[in-house]
């Protein structure tokens, strides 16, 4: 079963505004990762968050970490079109190498 | 250095024929993930690998689906007499096996069955 599970919105933006969105799981978790996903095909990795950290930055791209909600986000600041895509969570729970996605959120940067 | 390679890219095939899909993994990478996504949704695990032996396999779906990993390196995923339910992306992953696990997907094998 799915543990990761983005807010379940499309998100149209302008090139230049900030995209954020979120994600929740139920379980405890070691690690989150983000990944990104264009036309359906194979995902790009983004960043992994440890159950140890609250926040990450990379790039364009920054991850908060909440164990306590059991919840992340993932902020895109100054979008680009490029940036059109995909977004998926997926929790690695602790001692398991499987990782559970959500179901995406899709992003739509308007240039 | 290449990345995880998936082949084919689309396969298409008739309802109860067998198939089998390829995944080579990042050189190195111990660890090797089979994954199905079905449209609108993520990725679902399927089964997991740890050099040749299959450390996890529950999220095979059931026994039409199996995979193997001989020699620790590439990994064939065979589904035998396949349904329209099959239909979908299998995407592989491979990662280091050490410590907290970036896994790095292959572009996957769309999977269509008639």
């Known amino acids: 079963s799915q543990q990761g599970e983005e807010d379940p919105q499309a998100l149209s933006i302008q090139e230049g505004e900030n995209a954020t969105m979120n994600c929740s799981y139920k379980t405890s978790i070691n690690n989150l990762q983000w990944y990104r996903q264009n036309s359906g095909r194979g995902l790009v990795h983004l960043i992994l968050?440890?159950?140890?950290?609250r926040e990450k930055h990379s790039g364009r791209l920054r991850v908060t970490l909440d164990t306590s909600k059991k919840s992340s986000s993932l902020l895109i600041t100054a979008s680009r079109a490029a940036d059109t895509a995909s977004y998926f969570c997926a929790t690695d729970a602790q001692g398991n190498n499987r990782l559970a996605f959500g179901k995406g959120n899709q992003v739509v940067v308007i240039p | 250095g290449a990345g995880v390679s998936q082949t084919p890219s689309n396969k298409v095939t008739e309802k109860g024929k067998y198939v089998e899909l390829r995944c080579d993994p990042i050189s190195g990478h111990t660890a090797l993930y089979w994954y199905r996504q079905s449209l609108g949704q993520g990725p679902e695990f399927l089964i997991y690998?740890?050099?040749?032996?299959?450390?996890?396999d529950s999220g095979l779906p059931n026994d039409r689906f199996f995979a193997v990993r001989p020699e620790g390196s590439v990994s064939t995923l065979k589904i035998q007499r396949t349904e329209r339910g099959d239909s979908a992306v299998y995407l592989c992953?491979?990662?280091?096996?050490?410590?907290?696990?970036?896994?790095?997907f292959g572009p996957g094998t769309r999977l269509t069955v008639l």
């Open positions: 968050i440890r159950s140890n950290e």
């Open positions: 992953a491979s990662s280091s096996g050490q410590g907290p696990d970036t896994q790095y």
């Open positions: 690998f740890q050099g040749t032996g299959a450390a996890d």
